[in-house]
Nanobody, 120 residues
Framework: VQLQACGGGVVQFGDSLRLSCAAS????????MAWFRQTLGSERERVAA????????AYADTVKGRFTISKDNAKNMVYLQINSLKAEDTAIYYC??????????????WGQGTLVTVSS
């Protein structure tokens, strides 16, 4: 599975941003997907996850109500809509995938990351 994330950049406090991740190499509808983020010196944090059929989503408490993950199985894409951006949202964002063969709660495939910088 290959993942390519994009959509990051420098944005203003309070703005919105949509990150995109394109997947290839495996039937996309068989993949559970997630977005993680990481800042320098911090552990990688899972901020949102979505089931392979898109029916179930989960969010970190820190982003609930502002982040929305969605999955388009026809386009092999997963998105992360981020609203009301805050300084603490500044991070490298990674998309990740897991399959039915993956260990529980383990994401085996990772994109290269896209940097989001929130400027005040």
């Amino acid at each position: 599975v290959q993942l390519q994330a994009c959509g990051g950049g420098v944005v203003q406090f309070g703005d919105s941003l949509r990150l995109s991740c394109a997947a290839s190499g495996r039937t996309f509808s068989t993949l559970d997907m997630a977005w993680f983020r990481q800042t320098l010196g911090s552990e990688r944090e899972r901020v949102a996850a979505i089931s392979r059929n898109g029916a179930t989503t989960a969010y970190a408490d820190t982003v609930k109500g502002r982040f929305t993950i969605s999955k388009d199985n026809a386009k092999n894409m997963v998105y992360l809509q981020i609203n009301s951006l805050k300084a603490e949202d500044t991070a490298i964002y990674y998309c990740a995938a897991r399959t039915v063969e993956s260990a529980p709660s383990t994401y085996d495939y990772w994109g290269q990351g896209t940097l989001v910088t929130v400027s005040s």
